[in-house]
T-cell receptor
């Protein structure tokens, strides 16, 4: 099956700084990447869909300027949390969709803590 | 629009007992249904999926689920719980026309010795 590498697995940053999260597809080419956010003890909420070579599509209520998504190549999608605040502390997970009936292969997730 | 409801945010069973995690869905198109398991601070692992064909699907680790269209349900079961089954379980639905996965609220499974 597809192999996805997400980095870093955890990060602590100060309020006001920016953090970049990388998601790499190691054995296939991903033209699309879904980015999810999961607050403690809650479900996964789709934030946005990155598209290789074009602008990302954001879900309603997600701030585009705060969560910058770039999909520069077929193997790399990045999520940058800009001017992070404590309320941005969460678990962020990427998932490149495969064939619709295969489900997703999720990255291992990134635990972001903003202090 | 699609949605998923998992009944019971927390389920506790004894080791060796039957595991039953409930999931109901809403979809205006034929759904694809999935169950995922998540261990603390990890990503999600696919347990099993229903797309078309046989309504009783078997997955990894002894889990299975049955798609019941008339009841709009996709409950997850395992005959005998192991301590290692303790985790968070998510039911999800996907539409063929969007590819997006919509997740339920999750159910925490506790297994008592």
């Amino acid at each position: 099956g597809a192999v996805v590498s997400q980095h870093p697995s955890w990060v602590i940053c100060k309020s006001g700084t920016s953090v970049k999260i990388e998601c790499r597809s190691l054995d296939f080419q991903a033209t699309t990447m879904f980015w999810y956010r999961q607050f403690p003890k809650q479900s996964l909420m789709l934030m946005a869909t990155s598209n290789e070579g074009s602008k990302a599509t954001y879900e309603q209520g997600v701030e585009k300027d705060k969560f910058l998504i770039n999909h520069a190549s077929l193997t790399l999608s990045t999520l940058t949390v800009t001017s992070a605040h404590p309320e941005d502390s969460s678990f962020y997970i990427c998932a490149p969709p495969g064939p619709i009936n295969y489900g997703y292969t999720f990255g291992s997730g990134t635990r972001l803590t903003v202090v | 629009a699609q949605s998923v409801t998992q009944l019971g945010s927390h389920v506790s069973v004894s080791e060796g007992a039957l595991v039953l995690l409930r999931c109901n869905y809403s979809s205006s198109v034929p759904p694809y249904l999935f169950w995922y398991v998540q261990y603390p601070n990890q990503g999600l692992q696919l347990l099993l999926k229903y797309t078309t064909g046989a309504t009783l699907v078997k997955g990894i680790n002894g889990f299975e689920a049955e798609f019941k269209k008339s009841e709009t349900s996709f409950h997850l079961t395992k005959p005998s719980a192991h301590m290692s089954d303790a985790a968070e379980y998510f039911c999800a639905v996907s539409a063929s026309n969007t590819g997006k996965l919509i997740f339920g609220q999750g159910t925490t499974l506790q297994v008592k010795p």
